[in-house]
């Protein structure tokens, strides 16, 4: 990735995301992972990348992540449950973490940093939704985080001088992708009853999915080819995919023929989008495009997923 510099922090580095990313980077740079390991794994973690274990929050973990040295932070870090016991402690360890990674960055002379955003920030929005939709509504106290921590990315890119991209991501599939994830959710559960797969709502939510190793190549394009103080895109496929039609696949995958068994309403959990399809004509205009499609992305990943269990 050009212009990287000496010295990269991936904030939430052992988890999803996080740890393919290092994977990439390990080796073409001095690598710094942080992660307290509540979701993430050590063993993700490839070897000679240095790894800061322990919670952000804490001044001492801050100091010890991003030093002097840090040229570009790609800050993955964040409770991500879309179904947390207490949403409003969510909005304020997310937002508190990102302001707190932004000004210990401004205190050391870092000025580059990645986002990991969401397409919760657009609520039910029209689809396919461009990255200048606006009113930008979101439903879920997960969403509510992300679009303040935009707000402040923006704060630093205008004010402060900060070079920020801000993916809004679709649905990234692939291997390590863990438990509360639809995938290994069902795959999980056909194990334990091949004959009978509970599917929350009534599987009509339809969104959009994109493996992690084209959203990778994503970003690594776009911070190599947009360089605006706020660059904000949008990552996903031009398809989209139905909860009962990853049902399908997994079980096709599995070799199972279970009975679907529907828990009702349109809805999965309390701040789900039913349906969520982004624009990517932006991302298309820089020259990159994915591959795969939804469903594409999704039997990619459930046969990785299969084989790495």
Excluded at 4 to 11: F, K, L, R, Y
Excluded at 198 to 212: A, N, P, T
Aim: charged letters at 25%; proline letters at 5%; a negative charge.
């Amino acid at each position: 990735m050009e212009g990287t510099g000496s010295s990269v922090c991936i904030t939430g580095g052992g988890g999803f995301v996080g740890s393919h990313l290092a994977d990439r980077l390990v080796g073409d740079t001095e690598l710094v992972v942080v992660d307290n390991f509540e979701n993430g794994r050590r063993e993700w973690i490839s070897d000679g990348a240095e790894v800061v274990d322990g919670d952000l929050r804490e001044p001492a973990v801050l100091e010890a992540a991003i030093t002097g040295r840090t040229d570009t932070v790609f800050h993955f870090a964040a409770d991500k449950a879309v179904d947390s016991e207490d949403p409003n402690a969510q909005f304020r360890e997310n937002t508190g973490l990102t302001a707190s990674v932004l000004e210990r960055m401004r205190d050391v002379g870092c000025d580059r940093i990645v986002f990991t955003s969401s397409s919760t920030v657009y609520g039910e929005a029209p689809r396919p939704t461009p990255e200048d939709y606006a009113p930008l509504e979101p439903i879920s106290m997960y969403g509510a985080a992300k679009l303040a921590e935009e707000s402040l990315l923006s704060v630093y890119a205008h004010s402060y001088g900060f070079d920020v991209w801000n993916f809004r991501f679709a649905n990234i599939v692939g291997p390590r992708l863990q438990l509360g994830a639809v995938i290994p959710d069902f795959i999980d559960k056909l194990r334990d009853d091949p004959s009978e797969l509970e599917i929350l709502g009534d599987g009509r939510q339809e969104k959009s999915y994109m493996h992690v190793d084209e959203c990778l190549d994503a970003i690594v394009h776009v911070v190599d080819h947009a360089d605006a103080p706020m660059n904000t895109y949008n990552l996903g496929t031009r398809t989209t995919t139905s909860v009962r039609r990853i049902a399908d696949i997994v079980a096709d995958e599995m070799g199972v023929d279970p009975t679907y068994q529907f828990t009702g309403g349109e809805r999965g959990w309390v701040g789900d989008v039913p349906r969520m399809r982004l624009s990517i004509e932006k991302l298309a205009a820089t020259g990159w495009t994915p591959g795969m499609s939804s469903d594409d992305a999704v039997r990619q990943a459930v046969r990785q997923l299969l084989s790495d269990t």
